[in-house]
């Protein structure tokens, strides 16, 4: 594994000044063959807004343009019989996945009898996401083989729930060897850009500060510099500040009746402040937990205060919601969605997330849910 990322803090110190700017890129597709009625579907990220666009074939090939800010994966999907993106039924898409930057912003993928096998010649930043990818590719053939027995037995006519368990115990295995993986490849090659994204996925929504920031610390400047880097390095202080034991930032929102409440008003009771949304599905399934914790522990100096993400226009979605769960405890707002203050505050990426505030305004929890939950008011409580 030494030495597997060659120029990368050249690659880093350019890629460092190019990631503000808009750079347009540019896609050529080279085929051999190719089926009149073939599409090829692109999908990409800029700016956390998902692009999908699909192209044609003139002569066997064609060229796409498009703009990004930033190191972009990208995936193409082949439709030999050119049926809709969402239209999965007749001959699988054939899926290729390749790194554009702003660097060198123009690649080439050419195929013949295979797509998925295409090459694609770019910038170096593409050699190393290939060099990194066949680093995974092992554990990623593993996985996939996996996930196509699991969803055949979710298929089958009768369910055989001892045989999924023992699938799903072995992907969270390979899961957990794929983490080690590319905890090694981070320690090996502290200057590759792929480190950082690989350290940005190990450290999730729930970061584990103590594995995290080390590794954050051993990669180079060039790459903590960066906007992905910035922003670990920013989530790894916040998540520092709302670690277990931390004094909880407090905040004030507007509840149905226009009402302020504060996060301080429930100083001398333990508080769970849970986020939430009334379009997400998890919450939903997870409001019954909290219907039950809340009966058999609101005598007993307990209280819940939920924030909604929910957005402006979506006043009424959030209120029937409370109402058809049965969300007897206070509820704020300030209908901003994702840019909820509140949730800026406490760095929430995804939910439903909360914490379990004690009568000092202190931290004693972090996402408990179900049983844990129940169990943690038990001994607190109790």
């Known amino acids: 594994m030494k030495n597997i990322i060659k120029s990368s803090l050249l690659l880093c110190a350019l890629i460092s000044t190019a990631v503000a700017q808009k750079k347009t890129f540019k896609l050529n597709v080279e085929g051999v063959g190719v089926p009149t009625k073939a599409k090829v579907f692109i999908r990409y990220m800029v700016d956390r807004n998902l692009v999908l666009d699909s192209m044609v074939f003139t002569e066997n090939k064609f060229q796409y343009e498009g703009d990004i800010l930033e190191p972009t994966h990208v995936s193409l999907f082949y439709s030999v019989e050119g049926t809709s993106f969402f239209n999965r039924k007749g001959t699988p898409l054939e899926r290729l996945a390749f790194y554009i930057d702003p660097v060198n912003p123009e690649t080439t993928v050419k195929f013949s009898n295979s797509f998925k096998q295409g090459t694609v010649k770019g910038s170096l930043l593409q050699d190393d996401f290939k060099k990194y990818s066949d680093y995974l590719a092992s554990y990623d053939q593993k996985l996939e083989t996996l996930a196509s027995k699991r969803s055949n037995l979710y298929g089958a006519s009768?369910?055989?729930?001892?045989?999924?368990?023992?699938?799903?115990?072995?992907?969270?295995?390979?899961?957990?060897?794929?983490?080690?993986?590319?905890?090694?490849?981070?320690r090996e090659n502290p200057s590759s850009y792929f480190s950082l994204l690989a350290l940005n996925e190990l450290a999730g929504y729930s970061i584990d500060v103590p594995k995290i920031e080390p590794l954050y610390l051993a990669l180079s400047s060039s790459l903590r510099g960066l906007a992905l880097g910035l922003e670990l390095g920013k989530n790894i202080e916040l998540t520092k500040k709302l670690s277990v034991g931390q004094l909880a930032p407090n905040f004030a929102q507007e509840d149905p009746d226009g009402q302020t409440i504060k996060l301080s008003d429930f100083r001398g009771q333990y508080v769970l402040l849970d986020f939430w949304a009334s379009w997400c599905g998890p919450c939903r399934a997870e409001n019954p937990n909290l219907v039950r914790a809340y009966e058999e522990f609101k005598d007993k100096n307990f209280e819940i205060l939920g924030v909604s993400l929910d957005k402006e226009g979506k006043?009424?979605?959030?209120?029937?919601?409370?109402?058809?769960?049965?969300?007897?405890?206070?509820?704020?707002?300030?209908?901003?969605?994702?840019?909820?203050?509140?949730?800026?505050l406490y760095g929430i990426k995804a939910i439903p997330q909360n914490y379990l505030i004690d009568p000092q305004g202190?931290?004693?929890?972090?996402?408990?849910?179900?049983?844990?939950?129940?169990?943690?008011?038990k001994d607190l409580l109790n």
């Open 362 to 377: 202190k931290i004693v929890g972090i996402n408990l849910k179900g049983e844990r939950l129940i169990n943690k008011l």
């Open 315 to 344: 006043r009424d979605a959030w209120l029937k919601a409370v109402e058809k769960d049965g969300l007897t405890w206070p509820q704020v707002t300030d209908l901003k969605g994702w840019h909820n203050e509140a949730s800026q």
């Open 158 to 186: 009768v369910k055989d729930d001892e045989a999924i368990k023992d699938v799903m115990q072995q992907m969270d295995e390979i899961n957990d060897q794929k983490s080690s993986a590319k905890v090694d490849f981070i």
